[in-house]
Structures are given as C-alpha cells and as structure tokens.
C-alpha cells in the first residue's frame, strides 16, 4: 500500500512591463527618454516638448489620435499599458 503523499504548489507573480514610446511632431524636439520600459503600476520619467523656432506646442495625442495632455511635460503614473504618444506642434 503506498504511502500518502501531500504537496503543495507555489507560483511567483510574473513580473509585467509596458512600453512607452514619445515622438515629436514636425516642429518640436524632445527632452527626456523618448523609450522607456516600465513595470505594471510604476511611474515613467517625464519627457517635454521643446517648440523649434517659428512653432508652439499644441497637445500630445495617443496612438488614436487622442488628446492625452495639453501640458508640454508629460509624466505617467501608475502604468498600466504600452503607450504611443506623440508631441504635436504648430
């Protein structure tokens, strides 16, 4: 007769990261890290955008063209997805 046998399973979360990409349109340039990868809940670095001469900064939209701020430094927290986001100039 076989003896009686217990055990027990462990598991250990998966760590999940989200990709942030910052683009600039015509008419601007970027200050800050335009890649940057984040763990689920954390906060990205802030990055700004710089109007080039002749130009001024209008929003950052979403990769559905979205508006997401009219505030030139854009800073997320609390993550939690990859985001595509572009400076817009005028």
């Given at each position: 007769m076989p003896a009686s046998l217990s055990a027990t399973?462990?598991?250990a979360p998966t760590e999940v990261n989200y990709?942030?990409?910052f683009m600039a349109g015509?008419?601007?340039?970027l200050?800050?890290?335009i890649w940057q990868t984040v763990r689920a809940g954390g906060n990205a670095s802030a990055v700004s955008?710089?109007?080039g001469t002749g130009h001024h900064?209008?929003?950052w939209t979403d990769a559905d063209n979205r508006v997401v701020s009219y505030s030139a430094t854009l800073k997320f927290t609390k993550v939690t997805a990859n985001k595509r986001?572009?400076?817009n100039f005028k």
């Open positions: 399973a462990n598991f990709a942030l990409r015509a008419g601007g340039v200050r800050g890290p955008a710089v109007s900064f209008v929003n986001l572009t400076a």
